[in-house]
């Protein structure tokens, strides 16, 4: 009797642990959204062009998911994303990838550019930064976020 109580109580105990190891997530250093955006007016103006969207870090690459591109009236936007291997450059990606811009016309709006893979698997360790810059082509403003895969978010500010 004494032995199938202690039986008992070691499987109850041993289903709890498992329990409680199994339902604890990984916690995901890696930052999952960046923004960037060139402001006119040294910071203080209207938003010229900006680009949001989501980031999924895999084992040697990243993605940027469902990314917008906000081009004001008038204004002509391009993209550069620099992805980085410690410091060695992985191939850079321009959109738009003829060369050319993103344009607007009188009404200000917003371009979906979906997704943007961005390949690391030729490099040891993949990529472990990523520099996003939207570019404001007639005021030559950029704005830049700079994601680190060991960070918890990505650092933005404006050139």
């Given amino acids: 009797m004494l032995k199938r109580r ?18 604890a997530s990984v916690a995901s250093a890696s930052p999952t959204s960046f923004s960037a955006r060139a402001v006119h007016g040294g910071g203080s103006g209207a938003i010229g062009v900006a680009l949001t969207g989501a ?8 993605a ?3 990314v917008r591109l906000y081009t004001g009236s008038y204004e002509q936007a391009y993209v550069q994303i620099f992805p980085w291997n410690g410091n ?5 990606v321009y959109l738009p990838s003829s060369g050319g811009l993103y344009k607007n016309d009188a009404v200000a709006g917003w371009w979906n550019l979906y997704t943007i893979p961005v390949d690391g698997s030729d490099y040891y360790g993949g990529i472990t930064e990523i ?16 994601c680190k895969r060991a960070a918890s978010s990505c650092t933005s500010y404006q050139e």
């Fill in 55 to 62: 980031l999924s870090w895999s084992n040697r690459s990243v």
């Fill in 6 to 23: 202690m039986l008992r109580t070691v499987i109850v105990v041993g289903l709890v642990i498992a329990t409680l190891l199994g339902s």
């Fill in 131 to 146: 520099e996003i810059r939207v570019g404001d082509y007639q005021h030559r403003i950029v704005g830049v976020a700079v």
């Fill in 64 to 66: 940027l998911t469902s």
């Fill in 88 to 92: 060695t450059p992985v191939t850079s």
